[in-house]
């Protein structure tokens, strides 16, 4: 059975550093990945998808890695800003996601 | 843009009472999916739906069931409300070819049974 584990649970940062979000998964047989970002109260945004066959995506300040032999997948934030404070979920799986519990993330000010 | 809706951000029931829950999205995705998310347990996938009519069962389906009549809409229903039942809801939907396409979500139902 898919797990999904995000480290840290929380993270707090101040205004302007770069800092990186890390999800691993168990079973490397995934569709693909995604990254999500939910604000207090309200749903899910997806951030980025990274297919089985890529290594990466990016948007903007964000950029998504994945290695699925070792079952890891990062996400980037370049120059944070408070506006980026949420919590962010990666997820695996085609149609059906596995979910991670997610990283609360506080960009201070 | 793809919209996911849902028929209420908040709902407060008693304990025995039917509740339903309704999802609409506007893109004509065939896959539509109900999942409940609870502090430190992350989503959990109640059921999904795969065309009209057609369901299964997610990792966590006891206690709910689901409809779907139209492609556009999905509905969770709890048949006897409980309060172990209190959390958020949140639906989602994806187009069939689902390899190289994202997930949307709607903006979540606060429920609270009492």
């Known amino acids: 059975k898919q797990e999904v584990t995000q480290i840290p649970a929380a993270l707090s940062v101040p205004e302007g550093e770069n800092l990186v979000l890390n999800c691993s998964f168990t079973?490397?047989?995934?569709?693909?990945l995604q990254w999500f970002r939910q604000d207090p109260g309200k749903g899910l945004t997806s951030l980025l998808l990274?297919?089985?066959?890529?290594r990466e995506q990016t948007s903007g300040r964000l950029n998504a890695s994945l290695d699925k032999s070792s079952g890891r997948s990062t996400l980037y934030i370049a120059a944070s800003q408070p506006g980026d404070s949420a919590t962010y979920l990666c997820?695996?799986?085609?149609?059906?996601?596995?979910f991670g519990a997610g990283t609360i993330l506080r960009v201070k000010s | 843009d793809v919209k996911v809706t849902q028929s209420s951000r908040y709902l407060v029931k008693r304990t025995g009472e039917k509740v339903f829950l309704e999802c609409v999205q506007d893109?004509?995705?065939?896959?539509m999916f109900w999942y409940r998310q609870d502090p430190g347990l992350g989503l959990r996938l109640i059921y999904f739906?795969?065309?009209?009519?057609?369901?299964e069962k997610g990792d966590i389906p006891e206690g709910y069931s689901v409809s779907r009549e139209k492609k556009e809409r999905f509905s969770l229903i709890l048949e006897s409300a409980s309060t172990n039942q209190t959390s958020m809801y949140l639906c989602?939907?994806?187009?069939?070819?689902?390899?190289?396409?994202?997930?949307?979500f709607g903006p979540g139902t606060r429920l609270t049974v009492l």
């Open positions: 079973d490397s047989a995934i569709y693909n």
């Open positions: 989602a939907s994806i187009p069939q070819s689902a390899g190289a396409n994202e997930q949307f």
């Open positions: 893109m004509d995705h065939e896959n």
């Open positions: 990274i297919q089985s066959s890529q």
């Open positions: 997820a695996v799986g085609g149609n059906k996601l596995v």
């Open positions: 739906s795969y065309d009209v009519k057609m369901k």
